[in-house]
């Protein structure tokens, strides 16, 4: 029998035992595997980071260079899911197609029914080498382009970004990609992260975890946000506002501002910290600071008005916009790094499995209340 009720949201609630993320949200600490992201952020590349979120310690050499070959080796799709997304109506946001992709990639696994471990881990190397693929493959569809086959001498990012555009990407760009993609792989039993756990759970399949992760992912309230404050930008550029008077305009119509405040984090999300400094930095090279100056001046005027802090996805957004990328790509590029963290956590929820099952608080009708006949109803 259940005795206690959770918060609304299950705020505070602790929901699973996990070796992967620790985060201390007071201190605005994050680690993946007992590492600060700050530390991997700075030496770690996305191939390395996606290896210790797996097994749970650093590689060696041989050991780096054998997950690398794997994980470009995965660089494969079945023409069948080629030809479905040339079915797809051009207005289908590239998430919407992510996440159907993404479940009909199982129909052309031969692990599909296999749930061992093994398995999962063969499977995570795929779904992470083609989530990326997708999503350079239906932007290039979309816009009537041809498609870029995959270049295997180039890491994960850098092919993702030569897919997209079909340019061999600046050495900033695959620097400042594989950093996000560092920086966004895992956190802990975020919404998506918990859909994919409790999915796992029932012993459906690691194909419909990651459905359910991209279809979590996919909202405002979440990944979603990225492309939310792309849009505040690009809405308060157009109508040449101040943009600290603007969204002080939002927050006195109690409009929720996307990228601040956090479940976690009553500090600042140190994730923010080095977007911050990419999307600076990357505004100077470019001889652009529009977007970056704007965040800026919001982020200062919430932060004085609101005491909340900037997340992960504010300067996510002007740090992609100025890498030439498209909005509604911002959250499937989440979903490019997160894969990573989506798939460790699966497999160690498999490794160690009891169904999810939480209780609810019954707040409806007294029980008994009868079933009355039609005649008799008011
Ligand atoms: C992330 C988020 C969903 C966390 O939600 P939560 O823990 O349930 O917190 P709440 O929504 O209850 O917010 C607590 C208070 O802060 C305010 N607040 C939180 N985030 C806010 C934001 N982005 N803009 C304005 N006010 C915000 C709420 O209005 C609420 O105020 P109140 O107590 O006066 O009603 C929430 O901060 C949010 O909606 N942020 C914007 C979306 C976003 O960036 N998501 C990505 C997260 S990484």
Redesign the pocket.
């Known amino acids: 029998m259940s005795t206690a009720v959770a918060g609304k949201?299950l705020?505070g609630v602790v929901a699973a035992n996990s070796g992967i993320c620790w985060i201390d949200g007071e201190a605005g600490v994050l680690s993946y595997r007992g590492i600060d992201i700050h530390e991997l952020a700075e030496y770690s590349t996305f191939e390395e980071t996606t290896y210790l979120l797996w097994n749970g310690l650093l590689p060696n050499e041989l050991a780096l260079r054998e997950f690398t070959a794997q994980l470009t080796l995965a660089r494969s799709l079945d023409h069948r899911v080629i030809d479905m997304l040339r079915s797809f109506p051009r207005t289908a946001t590239p998430m919407e197609v992510l996440r159907t992709a993404v479940s009909a990639l199982s129909f052309y696994d031969a692990d599909e029914k296999d749930n061992s471990h093994d398995a999962n881990v063969r499977k995570s190397y795929k779904l992470t080498a083609q989530i990326a693929m997708l999503v350079a493959i239906y932007d290039r569809l979309r816009k009537g382009k041809e498609i870029v086959p995959p270049d295997r001498s180039l890491s994960h990012g850098a092919n993702f970004l030569w897919m997209l555009n079909g340019e061999i990407p600046s050495e900033t760009a695959v620097k400042t990609m594989d950093m996000a993609l560092v920086l966004h792989a895992d956190h802990e039993l975020n919404a998506s992260t918990f859909a994919a756990r409790v999915i796992a759970a029932t012993l459906s399949d690691i194909h419909s975890a990651i459905t359910g992760a991209i279809g979590a992912m996919k909202g405002?309230?979440?990944g979603g946000?990225n492309e939310g404050v792309m849009r505040l930008l690009l809405t308060i550029d157009k109508e040449g506002a101040d943009p600290a008077e603007y969204v002080r305009n939002m927050?006195a119509a109690k409009q929720?501002?996307?990228?601040?405040?956090?479940?976690v984090y009553k500090t600042e999300d140190p994730r923010a910290t080095h977007l911050r400094t990419i999307s600076e930095q990357l505004g100077k090279d470019s001889g652009n600071t529009k977007w970056y100056d704007m965040s800026r001046a919001i982020e200062l005027y919430i932060n004085a008005d609101?005491k909340?802090n900037a997340?992960?996805?504010f300067y996510s957004a002007s740090t992609y916009a100025t890498l030439g990328i498209d909005i509604d790509l911002y959250t499937p590029v989440f979903v490019i790094s997160r894969i990573a963290g989506w798939t460790a956590h699966v497999i160690e929820q498999l490794d160690d499995n009891r169904l999810i099952r939480p209780r609810a608080e019954y707040i409806g009708p007294v029980y008994p209340t009868h079933w009355i006949p039609m005649e008799e109803r008011p």
């Open positions: 949201g705020e405002p309230l979440h946000a927050l929720k501002i996307s990228g601040f405040g956090h479940r609101k909340l997340n992960v996805d």
